[in-house]
């Protein structure tokens, strides 16, 4: 059984930082893709930014120059860097990652960890 489990979210004040993680734990052939995606009250999953096994990147327009998602393949774990933040970028962030072997993949999901920005 593959579980995520994210930290690092809270309350920060607009302009601030805050750096999400997500790790990886169980029985775990092969990490693919990680990504973060973020959740609006009312509204469906939006990606926030992916990074591929080789350390290619993609972001949302809104977040491009501010965020920057990493990864540590050793340790199994992404990481989502978010800086100048707005109060737009309040929602729930949820780490996915993509994994097992080369005929079959699963996409597993984090719990979520609230981001609120506000004065």
């Known amino acids: 059984q593959v579980q995520l489990v994210e930290s690092g979210g809270g309350l920060v004040q607009p302009g601030g930082s805050l750096r999400l993680s997500c790790a990886a734990s169980g029985s775990i052939d092969n990490i693919y893709t990680m990504g973060w995606y973020r959740q609006f009250p009312g509204k469906q999953r939006e990606l926030v930014a992916v990074i591929t096994r080789a350390g290619s990147t993609n972001y949302a327009d809104s977040v491009k120059g501010r965020f920057t998602i990493s990864r540590d393949n050793a340790k199994k774990t992404a990481h989502l860097q978010m800086n100048t933040l707005k109060p737009e970028d309040t929602a729930v962030y949820y780490c996915?990652?993509?994994?097992?072997?080369?005929?079959?993949?699963?996409?597993?999901w984090g719990q979520g960890t609230q981001v609120t920005v506000s004065p």
């Open positions: 996915t990652m993509n994994i097992g072997s080369w005929f079959s993949q699963v996409d597993y």
